[in-house]
């Protein structure tokens, strides 16, 4: 018997899809067109010749609406393949953020301090602002972007995740 | 979104792979047709237009190739569906690119709903004008997106065979459905070289047909070891093929249990077997819903479990195992979680089950299953479908006697017979009252519901079967929708009879309104009605009219004696209603049995239950 469990859990899909015109429209189509969640979504070839992209997709719902999520995919015609990352065993979900911070004086030294020990790079920096680039975990970056509010955040733009199974199996 | 494009220009650099035969002649329109002779395609649905000039003039130089011309787009799509639903076959439609394209979404998104394997040619401006806004250009692929199975945009002559042969396989194989091949006018125009369809596997399209023997295994062990059990069959039998059907009538026999249907689904098992208990649902026969309701192994071969059929899903089939035989994976568990999911091709499934139930050494428990015969019999005893016709000759006609006498009478012809249907109160009586014997006799748009279907549906399934009676069971709201249709009827001498229940509503809307919105008939009458005789006169066929029962038989006699066109007015009860009838988020425990039985229908359902 499939599962009826009504509370919603967050899943981490990845779609390996042909690389064709509108296969992303058709993903991201199948989302709307159902009222089905997308909290991020993220696509790059992957493959020599560049045949194929690979679509990770963070979504969420009941345990039945992610299981026709999964076979709603694996039905588009491009699609190849289609991983439940977070059902399927451990998973690595990285995420790459470049936050702007404008201020100067104290709070400036604070920012470049936190940034430090959060391992962020400056990769842009005049005498009123810095941008750092930090990669990690989706967690990190919400923490980092928490403390960096009150040190003259002022704007932030983030990939979506990429994400991949750990151990030596694959998609 | 720029990946979007980015991946499609990406894509058209990635290279083509099929084997190029040398026919340097050729241009893109006589490819396309030669792609479309290897399909071993009979006829094509269409109508001309700026951007697809080229590909009729291909058509006009050859002779393989049937085009019909129809008067409306739409009526191009339904009339393939009817052509592809009666045949077996897919159905080809040929429309131009802007309003062509636009007008076919109805007839792709009803093909996508009932899973009618068609291929859809649309007309495309230019590849160098495309996201210009030019004349008559429609973004054709994202229009249609979710409308179809799959679509394509040819955007290089060296693609097209391929794509058109690919776009056949896609259409046809495993749940089968319409796809849209979008041809720019250079590409038709330009040289093309011709492919022959590609044997390999396609490259990420791989659709289950053939079933798990162990998920058959499971389901068997459950199906002979219930004690009330009901299969309930779909659409899917259907598309499955003839033999589906035969070997669906040798695992019902076989098992000697009842077996229900959908809509969709009719003629799959014969109609009049005492075995069969009608169609199920929302106007489904008494004995079938409750079946559903108390049945303890609940087998769905070919069936999605669609609200016309569930009523109110927490109180569907609630006692019951339930097992879900169907092509799409993502049909199952979509809306009722089942306990064995069986994917794949439900001929193949059904012929895996009657060998898995010769393999089980487990005896059916006989006991059990007369007693549940016999609860049957007592649903069955209260006639669900019965009406009250006045037999004074100048009484009213019922419309369900309507349908009860044309098939009666169709049948005393002893022709093989097709009903194609509009949608509304004469397609539930149509129905309800009509038999089927056979599968790919009945063509109805279940999914979508799409009045205005009937008329080219009709259209398609003559062309498919000339010699074959063909009645479009109608209501007179609905098939003034395609009513333009009688234009194409006529020009190819198609003898299509349009059997219109005439109640001057909109009678299912009328219906609900009664029931359910205090019978304010709000915009549900059918005003400034043509007279339907003169209609099928100005059309050069024949009109008739009944207006009482006296006349009833002698005009369905004269209709079905004529060898051509006609339209048959039958006058019959505004007033009536379609029953029984599951209202609206309602059990099926809960059926209305007809205007004076609510209540006692309620007792007797809530007894009856307790049999059980």
Redesign the interface.
Same mark, same amino acid.
């Given at each position: 018997?499939?599962?009826?469990d009504e509370t919603e859990i967050t899943a981490v899909i990845s779609v390996l899809?042909?690389?064709?015109?509108?296969?992303?429209?058709?993903v991201?189509?199948l989302f709307s067109?159902r009222g089905y969640n997308i909290e991020s979504l993220t696509?790059?070839?992957v493959e020599d010749?560049?045949?194929r992209?690979r679509i990770n997709i963070v979504t969420s719902g009941t345990p039945?609406i992610i299981?026709?999520i999964k076979?709603?995919l694996?039905?588009?015609?491009?699609?190849?393949r289609v991983a439940d990352l977070t059902k399927d065993g451990p998973h690595v979900a990285r995420e790459m953020a470049l936050i702007k911070v404008v201020s100067t004086g104290e709070l400036r030294s604070e920012a470049l301090r936190i940034a430090d020990a959060f391992r962020a790079r400056p990769v842009d920096t005049t005498t009123g602002s810095f941008v750092f680039e930090l990669t990690g975990a989706t967690d990190k970056l919400d923490a980092f972007i928490e403390l960096m509010r009150p040190l003259g955040l002022v704007e932030i733009s983030r990939t979506g995740i990429a994400a991949i199974a750990r151990g030596p199996h694959t998609i | 979104?720029n990946?979007?494009?980015d991946? +499609?220009d990406? %894509?058209?650099h990635?290279g083509q792979d099929g084997t190029a035969v040398s026919t340097p002649s050729l241009n893109g329109a006589e490819v396309l047709l030669r792609v479309l002779q290897e399909q071993e395609v009979e006829v094509v649905f269409g109508y001309p237009g700026g951007a697809v000039l080229p590909i009729y003039d291909a058509l006009f130089k050859q002779n393989s190739i049937r085009h019909i011309l129809v008067r409306h787009e739409q009526a191009a799509v339904h009339a393939a569906e009817g052509y592809a639903r009666s045949t077996g076959k897919t159905g080809v439609v040929l429309v131009t690119s802007g309003p062509g394209a636009t007008n076919a979404v109805t007839g792709l998104v009803d093909a996508l709903m009932d899973s009618i394997p068609l291929v859809c040619l649309t007309g495309q401006v230019p590849t160098h004008m495309i996201g210009n806004d030019a004349f008559q250009e429609a973004d054709t692929? +994202?229009i249609t %997106?979710?409308a179809t199975?799959?679509?394509y945009?040819v955007?290089r002559a060296g693609d097209l065979a391929r794509t058109v042969h690919e776009a056949f396989y896609?259409a046809r194989s495993?749940?089968p459905g319409p796809v849209v091949v979008d041809l720019p006018k250079d590409i038709m125009v330009g040289p093309a070289s011709y492919t022959v369809a590609s044997t390999a596997p396609?490259?990420?399209?791989r659709p289950i047909t053939e079933p798990r023997i162990e998920a058959i295994r499971q389901a068997v062990a459950l199906i002979k070891r219930a004690k009330r059990p009901l299969f309930y069959t779909g659409g899917g039998v259907i598309n499955a093929g003839p033999a589906a059907s035969e070997a669906l009538g040798r695992l019902v026999r076989l098992t000697g249990y009842p077996c229900t249907s959908t809509l969709m689904g009719l003629g799959a098992y014969p109609t009049t077997d005492p075995q069969f208990l009608g169609m199920l649902g929302m106007h489904g026969t008494f004995e079938a819903n409750l079946a559903t309701h108390g049945c303890d192994v609940l087998i769905n071969l070919g069936a999605r479990f669609d609200d016309r059929v569930t009523g109110r899903l927490d109180a569907f089939s609630p006692g019951s195992a339930k097992i879900h035989v169907d092509i799409?994976?993502?049909s199952?568990?979509?809306i009722v979680?089942?306990?064995v999911a069986v994917v794949g091709d439900a001929g193949r499934a059904i012929e895996m089950m009657i060998e898995a139930w010769h393999e089980d050494r487990a005896e059916p428990d006989r006991e059990a299953l007369a007693t549940w015969w016999r609860q049957i019999e007592a649903w069955r005893g209260i006639d669900s479908l019965r009406y009250s016709q006045d037999p004074s000759p100048s009484a009213i006609i019922k419309p369900q006697h309507a349908v009860k006498r044309l098939y009666e009478l169709a049948r005393e012809t002893g022709r093989d017979s097709f009903v194609t249907t509009e949608v509304g109160q004469h397609q539930m009586w149509a129905a309800q009252y009509y038999a089927f014997e056979k599968p790919n006799r009945w063509m109805t748009s279940g999914g979508l519901g799409t009045m205005g279907y009937g008329l080219p549906a009709a259209v398609g399934v003559q062309v498919g079967h000339p010699e074959a009676l063909v009645i479009d069971i109608a209501g007179e709201a609905s098939t003034l929708m395609n009513i333009q249709e009688l234009g194409t009827i006529c020009q190819y001498r198609l003898p299509v009879k349009l059997f219109i229940l005439n109640n001057r509503y909109m009678g299912m809307v009328r219906q609900w309104q009664e029931l359910l919105h205090g019978s304010r008939y709000s915009e549900s009458y059918s005003e400034a009605l043509p007279d339907f005789v003169k209609l099928a006169e100005s059309f050069h066929g024949t009109g008739m009219r009944a207006t009482c029962l006296g006349e009833l038989d002698d005009t369905i006699r004269a209709m079905l004696a004529h060898d051509g066109p006609v339209i048959a007015d039958i006058c019959v009860d505004e007033a009536e209603n379609c029953f029984p009838m599951i209202p609206s988020g309602a059990a099926h425990n809960e059926m209305i049995l007809g205007p004076d039985q609510n209540e006692q229908a309620a007792r007797i359902t809530v007894e009856g239950m307790m049999l059980v």
């Open positions: 018997m499939a599962s009826t899809v042909e690389n064709e015109a509108g296969a992303l429209a058709r991201i189509g067109g696509v790059a070839p010749g560049r045949n992209s039945m299981e026709q076979a709603l694996d039905r588009l015609v491009p699609v190849h | 979104m990946a979007t494009t991946l +499609g990406r %894509r058209q990635a692929t +994202g %997106r979710p199975k799959h679509n945009l955007k896609v495993g749940r396609h490259r990420s399209y799409d994976p993502s199952i568990n979509k979680p089942v306990d």
